[in-house]
């Protein structure tokens, strides 16, 4: 087990940057997943760790050893892959082997390893199978045996569970993180799914276009994103944004957005959002900071709407509405749902607003504030992932 | 089927549509859906194939007369002196043809597909070239290299080694060195069907194989070993039983080359064959070496097929 670090790393294909520049550090026996759109370059960077795809420019670091030359095989690391690449021809057994006796073991060693990893992962009684006898999770498994069993350094998942129903994708999602719990090898994880990224990692890396949108813990990411593109991606349904701009009311700052909602800025923000007054703005809000109001109020925050769509979850209830031409949605009460074509009075928790800056993409920050109920306190931590990313 | 019980299954189940109608139906009258293949293959194929069987039995001649039945073509063939020296012959240029074909097919295979993934230029020229011999007939093979092997000053091939200052070779003119022009010859042709087998086979290997190998720590042969050949096994053994039965079947390019000699030096079994009907005039037979050829082609093909894989995929 080792850290990763990777200092200012690119990939370009010809004139083509896929991977910009680009520093990260995987601490020793930390789960880290790379999460973001395809080709963003999440699965570049996971390959070039790898040795699978040469290094443009910059270092590869795993431990103290510089491995941009070394052959993956050399690199001491594991890799499961979106297809799980099981060798067609050879038994469970053989293809958990295969690394071990490639690095000159005996037959009593690997016999012995080899059935090591197939008690911690189940798969005892198909060691005798081909791969094509064994259905997609047993499959799944399998790569990971032929992971573990040989200790690596580091173990590399490149969207593994992508091909999987969603039941047993859930499913395999918590076997992985209590695999790491048992065996916390230093795993670098890449998907393209939010969810998967949020419930696995330690600490996710949010990327787009071939550059870190944003580094930290996920509840984290999800409380403070620092762009809009954070904010959109990260969290399902995606936070609502309404274009508009900051007015000075009677009480301080209001966000008014095109559409007329009028929603004012928590006190705790007022002296960060002032210098963006009377500039076009977007807030930002996610669905669960949307509720329906009590009965008859006619409160600050609140709107009329006319709900045009609902989705029951069971747990919770999705509703989705109009704000001046925007779909929006709100996450909703069960107990307490309009139907759609219903009218609704809605309030909005502004304490839970994300306000950012149309041109940049950036979310205003307000360090060292409280920002309402759903986050986390900011830990210093945080503070310095933040420094990590590349602007 | 009775009228109610026509009835009652129309009830019971839904009607079936017309693909399913067609399906059902082929599936308990096979007889008139087979029928076209059968007519056709016993007509062009098995019909020939059990002619030649009888004629094996005859006195048959290609100049006439009366056909008795008679067992003294087969004695005849099966107790010729010359027979063992073509079965020999014809053992040496199927052999070596075969397994020339494969490597050197194998060989070509590799580097263009080594090639393409490196997207290195001039791969779809290279494959071009190589099939370019392939589509050369037989006979224009053979007259092809009958001008390279020519021991005449003018000989391609000796007046190249004479530049380099090397003896001419008498390529056609000694039985050894003949049997080997020909077996040049005759790979030179094949190989691109070996190579267009194992390139499609080659392309068809998952690619992620080979880095879950490479990442696994398995060096370059390692990979060739367990993963290339492992994965285009079936499609060398398919290729191994089509070109042993089309090198069997080989005749032209000999007898344009060679004519089968010097003495019977490359007289092959499909050329004797042809010289026992064509120049002796004995279809019987000629007739009993076709079935002695059809057996040996047909016993090589089911060895190959133990090894193939059985019920997996």
Known sequence: MAPVTLTQISKSFGAVETVHPLDLEVKDHEFLVLVGPSGCGKSTILRMIAGLETVSGGEVRIGDRVVNTLSPGARDVAMVFQNYALYPHMNVARNIAFGLRRRGMTRAQVDEAVLEAARLLEIEPLLGRRPSALSGGQRQRVAMGRAIVRKPKVFLFDEPLSNLDAKLRAQMRVEIKKLHQKVPTTTVYVTHDQVEAMTMADRLVVMNNGRIEQVGRPMDVYAHPRTRFVAEFIGSPAMNFWDGRLEAGSKGLVFVAHSGLRLSVPASRQVAYRPHLGRPMTLGLRPEAISVAPDHTDARDTEMVTIKLVEPLGVETLAFFDVGGVESCARLDPAHTPRAGDSARLTFDTAMMHLIAPDTGEVVTCEGRATGGASAPRTHEHVSHQRETTP | ?313
């Not at chain 2, 009888?54 to 290609?62: D, G, I, K, M, Q």
């Not at chain 2, 397994?99 to 494959?127: H, T």
């Not at chain 2, 039983?241 to 080359?257: K, W, Y």
């Not at chain 2, 279809?283 to 016993?299: D, E, K, N, P």
């Open chain 2, 1 to 313: 089927m009775t009228s109610s019980s026509s009835s009652v299954s129309a009830d019971a189940v839904p009607r079936p549509d017309a693909k399913a109608g067609l399906m059902g139906q082929a599936q308990s009258h096979p007889l008139p859906w087979l029928m076209p293949v059968i007519v056709v293959i016993g007509a062009f194929y098995l019909y020939p194939i059990l002619d030649a069987l009888r004629l094996a039995f005859t006195n048959a001649s290609l100049t006439g007369g009366e056909e008795v039945y008679s067992l003294a073509a087969l004695r005849a063939v099966l107790t010729n002196p010359a027979l063992p020296t073509v079965l020999g012959n014809t053992a040496i240029f199927t052999a070596a043809s075969v397994v020339g074909q494969m490597l050197l097919g194998l060989g070509i295979a590799l580097l263009v597909v080594r090639g393409e993934r490196n997207s290195l230029p001039g791969m779809l020229v290279l494959r071009t070239i190589v099939l370019a011999a392939w589509v050369v007939p037989g006979v224009a093979n053979g007259v092809i290299w009958s001008m390279l092997f020519s021991e005449a000053p003018f000989g391609a091939i000796n007046s190249t080694l004479g530049l380099m200052g090397i003896a001419p070779v008498s390529w056609l003119s000694s039985p050894q060195n003949a049997m080997i022009s020909v077996i040049i010859a005759n790979i030179w042709q094949g190989t691109a069907f070996s190579m267009i087998v194992i390139y499609a086979a080659l392309k068809g290997i998952d690619e992620t194989l080979y880095e879950a190998a490479a990442v696994d720590g398995a060096l370059p042969w390692e990979r060739f070993a367990f993963i290339t050949l492992p994965q285009i096994k079936v499609a060398l053994l398919i290729n191994a039983i089509l070109i042993t039965i089309q090198t069997l079947n080989t005749f032209d390019a000999v007898i344009s080359l060679t004519g089968g000699g010097p003495g019977r030096a490359t007289e092959v079994l499909s050329l004797f064959t042809y010289n026992t009907v064509f120049n002796n005039f004995d279809l019987a037979g000629g007739s009993v070496l076709s079935i002695v050829l059809l057996v040996i082609a047909l016993a090589l093909a089911g060895l190959y097929a133990l090894f193939l894989p059985r019920g997996e995929k």
